[in-house]
T-cell receptor, first 113, second 114 residues
Framework: GENVEQHPSTLSVQEGDSAVIKCTYS??????FPWYKQELGKRPQLIID?????GEKKDQRIAVTLNKTAKHFSLHITETQPEDSAVYFC????????????FGAGTILRVKS | ETGVTQTPRHLVMGMTNKKSLKCEQH?????MYWYKQSAKKPLELMFV???????ENNSVPSRFSPECPNSSHLFLHLHTLQPEDSALYLC?????????????FGPGTRLTVT
């Protein structure tokens, strides 16, 4: 089955700097790659996703890149702000009959002001 | 109430108890999910229901029993749990086979098994 590895497990950046979180997946059939943000004591919320027919997607300060050949995808946050501090999870799935997401272990991002 | 709701939000139970977790989605979705979130472990998918039919059972022990009576409601029945089952149990829903694949999560039930 699918296996998703996420690095780093913790990341500290200065406010205004960029943050990059990387994930690798094992199943070449995976075609959907979402990123979720979970603030302390709150539910995970989707921040951006990418499908396998696209190499890059951007939404304001957040971007995701996908390299299908290498089977890895990355989250890029630019101009980080204190409210970006949270746990970020990547996931991978084969969209079909039930979207069975396999999650990475998560990255704790701390933005220092 | 909008989105995905879960009750109870907190639950403490003994190993011999029987309890149920409830999830309700108000988004018109047709797929629902149970996840387990433990400290220092990835979110683990437990069960998937699509169009009210179970399509995934991720090697979950039989002491966890899901029920999906309709596309808006999902239950997780618990019996004779172990202390290692203490975790945050998250429900999610999505529109299956549609253009949008986003899973919307509920706030979770914090379960403590004593």
């Amino acid at each position: 089955g699918e296996n998703v590895e996420q690095h780093p497990s913790t990341l500290s950046v200065q406010e205004g700097d960029s943050a990059v979180i990387k994930c690798t997946y094992s199943d070449s059939a995976s075609n959907y790659f979402p990123w979720y943000k979970q603030e302390l004591g709150k539910r995970p919320q989707l921040i951006i996703d990418i499908r396998s027919n696209v190499g890059e997607k951007k939404d304001q300060r957040i971007a995701v890149t996908l390299n299908k050949t290498a089977k890895h995808f990355s989250l890029h946050i630019t101009e980080t702000q204190p409210e970006d501090s949270a746990v970020y999870f990547c996931a991978a799935s084969i969209v079909g009959y039930g979207n069975k997401l396999v999650f990475g272990a998560g990255t704790i991002l701390r933005v220092k002001s | 109430e909008t989105g995905v709701t879960q009750t109870p939000r907190h639950l403490v139970m003994g190993m011999t108890n029987k309890k149920s977790l409830k999830c309700e989605q108000h988004l018109g979705h047709n797929a629902m999910y149970w996840y387990k979130q433990s400290a220092k472990k990835p979110l683990e998918l437990m069960f998937v229901y699509s169009l009210e039919e179970r399509v995934e059972n991720n090697s979950v022990p039989s002491r966890f029993s899901p029920e999906c009576p309709n596309s808006s409601h999902l239950f997780l029945h618990l019996h004779t749990l172990q202390p290692e089952d203490s975790a945050l149990y998250l429900c999610a829903s999505s529109q299956d086979r549609g253009m949008g694949y986003e899973q919307y999560f509920g706030p979770g039930t914090r379960l403590t098994v004593t």
